[in-house]
């Protein structure tokens, strides 16, 4: 398994920066792992969080995680694709006020889930993004609804926080890049 868990130091700066953000929201997490950033904005008060990644031994993780925290009440575990249920979610018309993504590194697969979230209906106008991916991974400068308002860098890992806007946005949308 090929599971790399958010930095408990990563966690609490993005819960941090996000602040009372994680209330009352609904949440999808993408590439979820051991579940932990779902299942911390359950604790902080989101009212459902649906937790999706591929790998069955990541599942079984995030199913005892959820039973020992007492948050499998308002947890829905996907063992599926993400880009799958991604197409999945659209097509049902769910939509999400916080979406955590923490894809595998350096595969391409960061700037592919953001150019759909970008289009599609999944990410809700004024929803939040959170984005970790390596420093050395190519983002999207130019989006059309997703714009980048802040990127903290903690080693190799970059995680990047975007909001969607609703219609197009005319100027260039860029992630912020350390000097």
């Excluded at 779902?38 to 999706?52: I, T, Y």
């Excluded at 960061?110 to 983002?139: C, F, M, T, W, Y």
Aim: hydrophobic share 40%; with cysteine; glycine share 8%.
């Amino acid at each position: 398994m090929n599971t790399r868990p958010t930095a408990d130091r990563v966690k609490e700066s993005v819960f941090g920066i996000l602040g009372a953000t994680p209330l009352e929201a609904e949440v999808l997490d993408l590439f979820a792992g051991t579940g932990n950033l779902g299942l911390e904005a359950l604790s902080r008060g989101a009212v459902s969080a649906v937790l999706v990644d591929k790998n069955m031994q990541s599942i079984k993780i995030i199913m005892e995680n959820a039973i020992l925290t007492n948050l499998s009440g308002s947890a829905v575990i996907c063992r599926e694709e993400v880009m799958q249920a991604l197409r999945r979610l659209d097509a049902a018309g769910k939509s999400f006020d916080l979406i955590f993504c923490d894809p595998p590194y350096n595969l391409g697969l960061a700037p592919k889930v953001l150019q759909i979230l970008d289009v599609n209906g999944v990410l809700r106008s004024g929803g939040i993004l959170v984005l970790e991916h390596s420093r050395h991974e190519k983002i999207p400068e130019e989006l059309k609804r997703i714009v980048a308002y802040r990127s903290e860098f903690y080693g190799e890992t970059v995680v990047s926080f975007f909001t969607k806007q609703e219609g197009t946005n005319s100027e260039n949308c860029s992630v912020p890049r350390e000097l």
